[in-house]
């Protein structure tokens, strides 16, 4: 409602204030602009005013609403501050908090400020996002991730540096000094090296310079073509000339031991005490200062040789040891004989290329585990001599029960669609109407209702898939089958199945299987039950 006005007031002179002036008060605090009706009267206010909290309002230009001035509870006064604006922006507007405004010539300064956003974890940085247009967290890579711009270069991702982001190098860029990091077939003259089923080709040469003492240089010798050894005394020895390498009947073998090594008889260094001193003919020779010694034919017998362990004799060759010993770098034949296997959890992975055999104490089957981490046994596998077909792969497959997912997956490694397929719960857990489907990497489990939550693992299957083979013979829609370890597939089931109420329960399956029937509770009412294995032994368990 406007201030009152005086109708026909009396002017304001020297002497007197009229009611034209009051009027003017009266306009001023009725939404009139007074200045437009005398430009002279523009109210200044010198005098400090005070407002309570929301009682500051400004009208919009079409004067239908207002922003309100609201003052917190504080204890104490304080003083906002208006910026004084440069002369290239005589007009600005005020920054709230929720409003989404677009900044200019700000300086943030991060140590008096934070820059948060809710979902961010440690390690994130911030990157620009076109969506929205906006700096988002970026979270961390995975460990010893570096950041790279993706391969169209449009945008920022964490990764490994691979051989084809490393420029063109030379051995003054680069330097591998660690051995792990080099082919292992390398061959050290710091370490013993075992060269495998090769050769090494050596080339005939002059006698070279000798080694350094301690040291035996072998070389071809190109004046005996022979293969020989360089003293570090400058001897050279053949190592194919008769009594230097293995014997055979007839000649004395003859041995030679350095200074240094045993010495018979002598006293100095060591000693070699022969129990039959008859046995060898020790002579002197000077050269070198060389002892030869020559043993006579079957002269060393067992009662000769004093016990050893096994830190003192090693046996290298195969024809040297029993030729009923497995080797791990052979094709081994058994004859007819078995290979006893206890049953063991599911092992670690082998390495790629490689199948685990194993007796596996969860299904009590003798089970294969691939470098990929599945588990098929090997007693559920069709198929067999003649045709037939069968189950390529299967096994037990776990999953975690979140309470609400519904979807799992099981992978199956087949590398393509499979044409026959199984999943069957194992677990109380587990148990459920689910619907399977299965592409060329996993088979799909749809369930109704979600599975219960669970710990790890805690959802457990038995499953299979495989081809069938082009001998195998279709059901007759009109004829009666025996189906032994088939699963009903989708189709069957957007149909029904027709069981017949039992007034007994049946009998107990085998551990690995799991058996469900319908079964008389009391009149009018039928219960849906399953016989299953718990903790080694088979309960009953009632689900409707």
């Known amino acids: ?285 000077l050269v070198d200062d060389e002892y030869e010694i020559k043993i006579a034919d079957n002269a060393i017998t067992d009662a000769l040789v004093s016990p050893h362990t096994t830190t003192k004799i090693a046996t290298l060759s195969k024809s040297l040891l029993n030729s009923a010993i497995v080797f791990n770098d052979q094709n081994n034949n058994l004859g007819a004989f078995y290979v006893d296997l206890v049953a063991i959890p599911a092992p670690a992975n082998p390495p790629a290329g490689t199948r685990r055999l194993y007796d596996d104490s969860g299904t009590g089957k003798l089970s294969v585990k691939t470098s990929a981490g599945n588990s098929y046994s090997l007693e559920e596998q069709g198929g067999g001599a003649g045709g037939g077909g069968g189950m390529m792969a299967g096994g037990t497959a776990t999953g975690t029960g979140t309470g609400s997912q519904k979807i799992f997956t099981i992978a199956h490694g087949m590398g393509t669609v499979p044409e026959v397929f199984f999943v069957e719960a194992a677990s109380i857990e587990a148990l459920g109407f689910f619907t399977r489907t299965a592409d060329a990497t996993n088979i799909i489990l749809t369930y109704t209702i979600a599975p219960p939550t669970t710990s790890a693992g805690g959802l457990i299957y038995r499953w299979g898939a495989g081809m069938l083979a082009s001998a195998l013979t279709p059901l007759s829609p009109t004829s009666i089958h025996t189906l032994i370890n088939k699963t009903y597939q989708d189709a069957l089931f957007n149909t029904y199945i027709d069981m017949t109420e039992q007034v007994t329960d049946p009998a107990d399956p085998t551990l690995n299987i799991i058996r469900f029937y319908p079964k008389t509770i009391d009149a009018g009412n039928v219960g849906w039950y399953a016989k299953l294995e718990q903790n080694g032994a088979i309960e009953k368990v009632r689900m409707i």
């Open 1 to 285: 409602m406007p201030w009152p006005k005086k109708i026909g007031a009396n002017l304001t002179t020297a002497e007197m204030f009229g009611g034209d002036y009051l009027n003017r008060v009266s306009d001023y605090f009725s939404n009139v602009d007074v200045a437009a009706v005398d430009p002279t009267f523009q109210p200044k206010i010198a005098t400090i005013t005070r407002f309570k909290t929301q009682m500051l309002r400004v009208r919009n230009p079409a004067d239908n609403n207002e922003f309100t001035i609201e003052s917190p509870a504080i204890t104490e006064g304080h003083t906002i501050s208006l910026p004084l604006l440069p002369s290239s922006k005589i007009s600005d507007e005020m920054v709230t908090r929720t409003f989404i405004q677009s900044l200019e010539g700000k300086v943030f300064d991060t140590i008096l400020n934070s820059v948060t956003e809710s979902a961010a974890a440690q390690g994130a940085l911030l990157k620009f996002t076109t969506t929205g247009s906006k700096f988002r967290a970026f979270s961390r890579g995975a460990a010893n991730d570096v950041l790279l711009t993706n391969p169209t270069n449009t945008d920022l991702i964490w990764g490994k540096v691979g051989d084809s982001m490393i420029s063109a190098h030379t051995t003054t860029k680069i330097s591998t000094t660690s051995k792990s990091l080099l082919n292992s077939q390398i061959m050290y003259k710091d370490e013993d090296t075992n060269v495998g089923a090769h050769y090494f080709d050596v080339a005939q040469m002059a006698t070279p310079a000798s080694p350094p003492s301690g040291v035996r240089r072998h070389f071809v010798n190109q004046a005996t073509g022979e293969a020989s050894v360089l003293t570090s005394s400058g001897a050279v020895v053949s190592l194919e000339a008769a009594g230097t390498g293995g014997g055979g009947a007839g000649a004395d073998e003859e041995v030679i031991i350095r200074e240094g090594g045993a010495i018979v008889g002598s006293g100095v260094g060591h000693k070699i005490n022969f129990i039959n001193p008859a046995h060898f003919d020790v002579s002197e020779d």
